[in-house]
């Protein structure tokens, strides 16, 4: 019996479920096309991601993602319910381009046949942000997207697309649309790519207890014609001209993220070659330009971050004016084994914080990650 579908979202499964996923049987029997979540609330990687990706790709066949927006939501809270009601306009493009860059980082090239879908439903969310804002955390996830050489398209539902879409911004965007009601979607019927018409399937080389939705993906479409049309290849290879540069000497602590991958080259679109952590601290030399505009994009020891968007600077220098003063590893001057170096007198050196110890002494914390008392006796600082 044919199959009255051709693609298959793949919604919130654990591994063990992923592992078990037929992804050959699925296209023997008709489904020509696979979407699934990449990236889950709080920026972490999908755990079925990766099976899904190899799965898929080795079956040969197409391949789509979707990242679940939760710009403008309180992420510092703990359980998901509660997360859910603490909805602000207050930093949430900056949130939406973190949802972009971690999704990129993910990707890592790899190639895709079917867009990049921002995937947007919660109604507390559009209620806060509405048309508006919704608009403008769409934007700053499709500029990043589009930059790293993917097809940006939208997803919701019907409804949503009718109360916090802007139609007319929106009108040339890949857009898949959720309806289960009777009857194709007729809220975008020129840029409709996907509906997505009903729920949990089974057979087909899907396990028992799989969440999936069926689709019917009718392709990138021009306005004058209503066939399906091959989607176009959504990765570009990386520029061969590289940015100019310029010397720079800044200093700052890694921030905005868990992780940060650190580049081959000066943008999103260059291989991995290692991570920094949160609250590492960097030392920036050089710094990418653009058509005279930085690129935000800056060059460690290790290789390209970018840097503006996730660095905090350094707030200061110190010149030591005592003979020598010690270095310690934590903030406590009655501790011989937390001294790791003695700085001598015309010594400079960048601070990164001024924190304050338990008895109430407050320190520098410097950019080799020792602290030293932040007393005016020992050294002169000045602001950066």
């Known amino acids: 019996m044919s199959l009255d579908y051709n693609c298959i979202d793949l919604c919130n499964n654990t591994p063990d479920l992923a592992k ?9 029997a008709g489904v020509k096309y696979v979407i699934f979540r990449a990236i889950r609330r709080r920026l972490i990687t999908d755990e079925s991601f990766e099976i899904y990706y190899k799965g898929a790709k ?12 939760y710009a403008g939501c309180n992420q510092s809270t703990g359980a998901r319910a509660d997360v859910m009601k603490n909805w ?6 900056n949130y939406a381009r973190l949802e972009a860059n971690a999704l990129v980082n993910l990707l890592n090239k790899r190639k895709l046949d079917l867009p990049v879908f921002y995937d947007l439903e919660e109604r507390a969310q559009a209620k806060v ?4 804002y919704i608009t403008k955390i769409s934007e700053a996830f499709k500029e990043i997207v589009e930059k790293a050489g993917y097809t940006f ?5 019907q409804d949503y697309y009718n109360a916090y879409i802007d139609k007319k911004k929106w009108k040339n965007t890949p857009t898949w649309i959720a309806k289960y009601s009777e009857g194709k979607p007729t809220c975008c019927e020129d840029n409709l790519i996907g509906w997505q018409y009903k729920g949990t ?10 969440k999936c939705d069926r689709t019917h993906w009718y392709g990138i479409k021009s306005t004058n014609t209503t066939k399906e049309e091959p989607t176009k290849e959504v990765v570009t290879e990386t520029k061969k001209e590289s940015p100019t540069t310029k010397t720079i000497d800044y200093y700052g602590r890694i921030s905005n993220c868990t992780n940060l991958n650190i580049r081959k080259g000066p943008g999103a679109s260059y291989k991995s070659v290692g991570i920094y952590k949160s609250n590492e601290i960097v030392h920036i030399t050089e710094e990418a330009y653009e058509d005279g505009k930085s690129t935000g994009w800056g060059k460690t020891d290790k290789g390209w971050i970018s840097y503006k968007k996730y660095t905090t600077k350094a707030i200061g220098k110190i010149t030591i004016t005592c003979n020598s003063l010690n270095l310690r590893s934590s903030m406590n001057a009655f501790l011989s084994n937390n001294i790791k170096k003695v700085a001598k007198k015309n010594e400079t050196y960048v601070v990164m914080d001024i924190k304050k110890a338990s008895n109430g002494t407050t320190w520098y914390w410097l950019s080799n990650g020792y602290y030293c008392s932040s007393s005016n006796k020992y050294s002169r600082y000045a602001s950066l």
């Open 88 to 93: 602000s306009t207050k930093n949430c493009v």
């Open 20 to 28: 078990k996923v037929d992804f050959v049987k699925m296209k023997n």
């Open 58 to 69: 080795e079956a040969g066949l197409k391949i789509g993602v979707y990242l679940y927006s």
């Open 129 to 132: 942000l509405k048309k508006e």
């Open 153 to 157: 398209g939208l997803y919701c539902d």
């Open 201 to 210: 399937v089974s057979g087909e080389g899907l396990p028992s207890g799989l």
